[in-house]
């Protein structure tokens, strides 16, 4: 029995972390998808799959592009020279 009760722990801490992750039922946490030469997150370098939490600054230099994706439906792309902050209230 309590090996039964600690599989059922395991699963609903797993279902909450990833409803965490995701937020509303069906989004994801945005993604970099694609990105040319520098491109910050936070004053670090940015990389292909980094994700983008609630408030984090996204800043590309001369040259420079980045792709977010949002969902599989949604997507932003920032050109050079912008700096953005991720706030859903703002989109």
Do not use: K
């Not at 990833?18 to 994801?28: D, L, T, Y």
């Not at 993604?31 to 984090?56: F, K, Q, R």
């Amino acid at each position: 029995m309590r090996r039964i009760a600690g599989v059922v722990v395991f699963l609903l801490a797993a279902s909450a972390l990833g409803f965490a992750q995701q937020g509303q039922a069906g989004a994801r946490v945005p993604t970099v998808t694609y990105l040319e030469e520098s491109v910050t997150i936070d004053s670090a370098e940015a990389n292909i799959g980094d994700l983008m939490p609630l408030g984090a600054v996204v800043s590309t230099s001369a040259g420079s592009l980045v792709d977010i994706e949002f969902n599989s439906r949604n997507a932003i792309r920032l050109s050079e020279n912008t700096t953005f902050v991720f706030n859903p209230n703002n989109i």
